[in-house]
Structure formats: structure tokens, C-alpha cells
């Protein structure tokens, strides 16, 4: 069993930046795979960015790709997700998730533990 907790969320401008943490309960961590999805009012949940268990090897969503981090520290338990030149399209629930797979996947079936989300606004 793994709990995943985010925070760093907030109302910021656009161009602004911030930085989503995920902290995660269980001595396994390392093992998951980590993810961060999001969900705008009205849509559907979205892939924004995965890590495999070792952190070397990332992928994103085209819409994010050049300006969004993710990056974790499984010492402390805890992927990020840094995220700069924010736009308003940005603005959503911010959800971290863990999947016990060896690479990273970007659907959301294939992750077994969600967060219970931080929000994030964007104003222009």
C-alpha cells in the first residue's frame, strides 16, 4: 500500500512558476514508477509527466514538454513536479500517482495509488 499526499499548489500569475511535491508513505517507493496527471474543469484527466523508479529516464505531454520538471528523491520519498512559464491552460487538479511497473507509463490505468490532488490557477 502506498498514500501519496501533494502540496505546493496555489494562485499564481502567468509566467510564474511552481513547484508540486508528492510525499509518499511505504518503504517501496523507489520501486514505483511516479506520475503526475492533471484535470481542468469540464475535461477529462490528462498525462503530464512520468519518472521511472531510478529517475533516469522522464516523459511528458507534449504541452508541458520545455517547461515542466519532474524529478524525484526516493531517499526522501517525494517526486516534484517543477513547472515554469505557467499559462492559463495550465490551471487544473494537479494529481501525483504510483505504478508498480519497471518503465513509465503516461495512461492513468496502469497506476496503482493516486493523490487526492492540489490545485493549481493560472491567471492571466
Known amino acids: 500500500q502506498v498514500q501519496l499526499v501533494e502540496s505546493g499548489g496555489g494562485l499564481v500569475q502567468a509566467g510564474a512558476s511552481l513547484r508540486l511535491s508528492c510525499a509518499a508513505s511505504?518503504?517501496?517507493?523507489?520501486?514505483?514508477?511516479m506520475g503526475w496527471f492533471r484535470q481542468a474543469p469540464g475535461k477529462e484527466r490528462e498525462f503530464v509527466a512520468t519518472?521511472?523508479?531510478?529517475?533516469?529516464?522522464?516523459y511528458y505531454a507534449d504541452s508541458v514538454k520545455g517547461r515542466f520538471t519532474i524529478s524525484r528523491d526516493n531517499a526522501k520519498n517525494t517526486v516534484y513536479l517543477q513547472m515554469n512559464s505557467l499559462k492559463p491552460e495550465d490551471t487544473a487538479v494537479y494529481y501525483c500517482?504510483?505504478?508498480?511497473?519497471?518503465?513509465?507509463?503516461?495512461?492513468?490505468?496502469?497506476?496503482?495509488?493516486w493523490g487526492q490532488g492540489t490545485q493549481v490557477t493560472v491567471s492571466s
Open positions: 511505504g518503504r517501496t517507493f523507489s520501486s514505483y514508477a
Open positions: 519518472i521511472n523508479w531510478s529517475g533516469g529516464r522522464t
Open positions: 500517482a504510483a505504478g508498480a511497473t519497471s518503465y513509465y507509463p503516461q495512461w492513468s490505468y496502469e497506476y496503482d495509488y
